[in-house]
């Protein structure tokens, strides 16, 4: 039998309910989160492989560099003919260590579906329409004070195979890359207020709430540009307590 949003939802107050009776402090969820079905085929089971020469892998890997990226790239609204369709959004902030210092040229890259809630990816096969001004990536390197900004479309919510009536919140894809190709950290942005957030088991397998709300940006009437873009900041935290959540292991 399918597994219903009912059960998911059952499921997950389960094991917010056992994080809150432990009492528990952690900063990134289980890797084999059970509502998040696709995690427990998935997970890593084993010890990482130790890479005993990370030079020779970074030479395999591309460079980045300062002249790979161009303001075009940051503004994923004139990377076509067209204009896409959909509201216009700026969305910045900065990235930070755990003491508020910035980290400083770093490449940050998003991925994100379109207005309809459709990826422009061969495998995305939702019913919803395509936008031929619209590919949904981008890249900027972080500047001196850290931060980072795109103009962007916001994403729709669109469907997935988790369970039956499965929807995921409108969310953006972040990846950073550190000094070196080997190291990489990814996340998801969401847009505050929506109702899919209490159904989502991704969203969801981050137990801790304050964590949770740390993925969630925040409406800054100041950032919107007049007549063209509502703005929304978020910053990125890599590590201590405040952290942002990362998919590692995932």
Known sequence: MALTQQDISREIAERSR???????????????????????LRHPKHPLVTVRDPEAVELSGPVFGVTDVTDLDADLTRQHAGEPLGERITVTGRVLDREGRPIRGQLAE?????????????????PAPLDPNFTGVGRCLTDDEGRYRFTTIKPGAYPWRNHTNAWRPAHIHFSLFGDAFT????????????????YDPILQSVTDAAARDRLVAAYEHDLSVPEWSLGYRWDIVLDGPAATWLEEGR
């Open 18 to 40: 056992a994080f809150a009776e432990a009492g528990q402090t952690r900063h990134h969820p289980a890797r084999d989160y059970a509502p998040y079905r696709s995690s427990l």
């Open 110 to 126: 998003i991925w994100q579906a379109n207005a309809s809630g459709r990826y422009a990816h061969q495998r995305d096969q939702h």
């Open 183 to 198: 190291q990489r950290l990814i996340t998801q942005m969401y847009f505050p207020g929506d109702p899919l957030f209490a």
